[in-house]
């Protein structure tokens, strides 16, 4: 079993910068892709970045030169940091695990990006 954990939403000017965490709690070594993905008001849940392997990371569009995925493995803890934020980017971010045990998904933590 896997537990998930965000943090580091909040409100921000656009133009601005954001932190988000994901603390894994339990073993992650048996996941093989982790990421995150995005749900704004009456929108699909999207894709953000998405890891597959050391070296291999995929982002949105949307997103690509703005926000970085990044893991520390010492802490089981994902991040994502987010630069140059758009109002479009205003939406709930939610971290997700794919793990030979299952799929996993944090609660979400709130992005609002003021234009």
């Known amino acids: 079993q896997v537990q998930l954990v965000e943090s580091g939403g909040g409100l921000v000017q656009a133009g601005g910068s954001l932190r988000l965490s994901c603390a894994a709690s339990?073993?992650?070594?048996?996941?093989?892709?982790m990421g995150w993905y995005r749900q704004a008001p009456g929108k699909q849940r999207e894709l953000v970045a998405i890891?597959?392997?050391?070296?291999?990371?995929n982002y949105a569009d949307s997103v690509k030169g703005r926000f970085t995925l990044s893991r520390d493995n010492a802490k089981n803890t994902l991040y994502l940091q987010m630069n140059n934020l758009e109002p479009d980017d205003t939406a709930v971010y939610f971290c997700?695990?794919?793990?030979?045990?299952?799929?996993?998904w944090g609660q979400g933590t709130q992005v609002a990006v003021s234009s």
């Open positions: 997700n695990l794919r793990c030979l045990s299952g799929t996993y």
């Open positions: 339990g073993s992650i070594f048996s996941c093989n892709a």
């Open positions: 890891r597959t392997s050391p070296g291999n990371t």
